[in-house]
Nanobody, 127 residues
C-alpha cells in the first residue's frame, strides 16, 4: 500500500494562500481516493476536502467552500490542496489520507473510511 507525506505547510497572514502537497509512494496512486482533514489544538479532527480515484468527483466541507480546492496528478503521485483567503480559524495540522474504493468516482468525507494517513503538516494563519 502507499505511504503518504504532506508538505507545504507554514505560517501566513490572513487573506494569504498556501498549497499543500500529499505525495504518495509504494503503490499505484490512481487506485486510491484521497482526503484532506485537519485538527486544530483542542478540537476534533474534521474533514476538509476529498477527491475520487479518477479525480472527477470532489467533496468540500462548508467552512472552506469557495476558498479551498483539491486536485490530483496521478502521474506525479500527488494530491494538492490549494488554500486561498486563509483565515485564523484555518490554523490546524493538516493530514492527507487515502483509501482504495471500488468505485472510481467515489469521494468520502468520513475519516473512518480512510486507512492510510500521513504525518501531517502545520498551517498557521495569523490575523
Amino acid at each position: 500500500q502507499v505511504q503518504l507525506v504532506e508538505s507545504g505547510g507554514g505560517s501566513v497572514q490572513a487573506g494569504g494562500s498556501l498549497r499543500l502537497s500529499c505525495s504518495a509512494s509504494g503503490g499505484t496512486f490512481s487506485n486510491y481516493g484521497v482526503g484532506w482533514f485537519r485538527q486544530a489544538a483542542g478540537k476534533d479532527r474534521e474533514f476538509v476536502v476529498g477527491i475520487s480515484r479518477s479525480g472527477d468527483n470532489t467533496q468540500t466541507a462548508d467552512p472552506v467552500k469557495g476558498r479551498f480546492t483539491i486536485s490530483r496528478d496521478n502521474g506525479e503521485n500527488t494530491v494538492y490542496l490549494q488554500m486561498n483567503s486563509l483565515k485564523p480559524e484555518d490554523t490546524a495540522t493538516y493530514y492527507c489520507a487515502a483509501a482504495q474504493w471500488m468505485i472510481r468516482s467515489y469521494a468520502s468525507p468520513r475519516s473512518h473510511e480512510y486507512g492510510i494517513w500521513g504525518q501531517g503538516t502545520q498551517v498557521t494563519v495569523s490575523s
